[in-house]
């Protein structure tokens, strides 16, 4: 797929074979992009960290990775988590490499991840930001997040999903056909 400055992805389900390409995306985020996304310093990821962000079930845990096409390196992860007490709701990250920011890939993956959600049955998203991340506040807010709560240094912002079929969003955020392997 093509992003609005025309640069090329391909959007496709994380693997448990991708640890290296997170570990390359990760490695290529600035400090503050790092202490934005996981809201406290953070150096490196773990074996354990880069395990359980690989190893996912795409029912309760489902992450999405784009890939540049031009070179096949790790550019953008969005990812949900089911909350234990609702299983209607989960919680989403959302990170992108910092030479990628504004081209609109954030919100391209929310979109497909809002598709996968709802043939999972999730029917509203959570995400808690810094509160200083005015660009994934921005982005949030585009997609019909409203402010949820504050916390100290922390934003929650819930963003209600529509049922499959009822989406103006692109086709495949829309369908359900394959639950696991749906289109990206």
Not at 15 to 38: C, H, I, M, N
Not at 68 to 85: K, T, W
Not at 95 to 104: A, E, F, P
Request: aromatic share 4%.
């Amino acid at each position: 797929m093509a992003l609005r400055d025309g640069s090329k992805v391909l959007i496709r389900q994380v693997r448990s074979t991708d640890a290296r390409l997170l570990a390359d995306g990760f490695a290529r985020l600035s400090p503050r992009s790092r202490q934005l996304r996981f809201l406290t310093i953070k150096r490196q990821l773990s074996s354990a960290e880069l395990r359980y962000l690989t190893e996912v079930d795409h029912h309760d845990h489902e992450a999405l990775v784009a890939l540049n096409r031009a070179d096949g390196r790790g550019v953008g992860i969005a990812r949900y988590i089911r909350h234990a007490d609702d299983p209607h709701a989960a919680e989403i990250a959302v990170t992108v490499v910092d030479d990628w920011h504004g081209r609109g890939l954030g919100t391209e993956l929310v979109t497909r991840l809002s598709g996968r959600a709802r043939c999972e049955g999730v029917h509203r998203f959570t995400a808690l930001i810094a509160e200083d991340n005015t660009a994934v506040a921005r982005m949030l807010r585009n997609a019909s997040a409203t402010l949820a709560g504050r916390g100290p240094g922390t934003v929650e912002y819930e963003i209600t999903l529509m049922p499959p079929g009822n989406s103006t969003t692109t086709p495949a955020a829309g369908r359900c056909q394959d639950r696991v392997r749906q289109p990206c």
